[in-house]
């Protein structure tokens, strides 16, 4: 999703294609971030670890957005923030509904 809303984002311009990269690879980095630190060394037969994992994996998926966010806000100029949070949304929501949308036709 991130190529097709960079994409998208650059008919309106070089700055609102490189704010919704920059929003779009905030949740792709985030996202990659939660799954390499919940799927690594798993272990279906650990529950009580596997939700500790899930909470502290989401901790600091919500921390490295937060901070990626600062930095973005403190150092980019120009900066669109409505292509820049479009993004964040696309990537973050619309692939998975759209991935649920397929499994749900098979």
Do not use: C
Request: charged residues 10%.
């Amino acid at each position: 999703m991130l190529l097709p809303v960079t994409l998208g984002a650059g008919l309106l311009g070089a700055t609102a294609a490189w704010s919704a990269f920059l929003g779009g690879s905030v949740a792709l980095g985030s996202n990659a971030l939660f799954a390499a630190l919940v799927f690594t060394t798993y272990r279906a037969d650990e529950p009580g670890r596997l939700a500790m994992k899930l909470y502290a994996a989401e901790t600091a998926k919500l921390l490295l957005a937060a901070l990626a966010f600062a930095a973005i806000f403190i150092w980019i100029r120009p900066l669109n923030a409505a292509a820049l949070f479009v993004a964040f949304f696309v990537v973050q929501v619309v692939a998975p509904l759209l991935a649920h949308a397929v499994s749900a036709r098979d």
